[in-house]
């Protein structure tokens, strides 16, 4: 069964950094875009970030690009995302999903204090 456990939220003040990760297991991660999503509080789901297979491709929405970076390590099956000049409107729960699915994990709460 596929299974992701994100991990690495917390309190932080805005214009700090966070790193999330995503621990893989149950698929072949290496052969999968994966992607980082995130839903606010009273509000729907939002995709934030995308990377390819081989981690060479990567895409970001226009509200986190310039401060996010999505990275992999496919020989840890760990999926990664640096989150730096965080804003109080990044607020959310995190979650790792393979690209075109929904997220399968708890999430991780990243709370940014004004």
């Known amino acids: 069964d596929v299974r992701l456990v994100e991990s690495g939220g917390g309190l932080v003040q805005s214009g700090g950094s966070l790193r999330l990760s995503c621990a893989a297991s149950?698929?072949?991660?290496?052969?999968?875009?994966m992607s980082w999503i995130r839903q606010a509080p009273d509000k729907g789901q939002e995709w934030v970030s995308e990377?390819?297979?081989?981690?060479?491709?990567?895409d970001y929405s226009d509200s986190v690009k310039g401060r996010f970076t999505i990275s992999r390590d496919n020989t840890k099956n760990t999926l990664y995302l640096e989150m730096n000049s965080l804003k109080p409107e990044d607020t959310a729960v995190y979650y790792c999903?393979?690209?075109?699915?929904?997220?399968r994990g708890q999430g991780t709460q990243v709370t940014v204090s004004s």
């Open positions: 999903a393979k690209a075109g699915d929904f997220p």
């Open positions: 149950g698929f072949a991660f290496s052969l999968y875009t």
């Open positions: 990377i390819s297979s081989d981690g060479k491709t990567t």
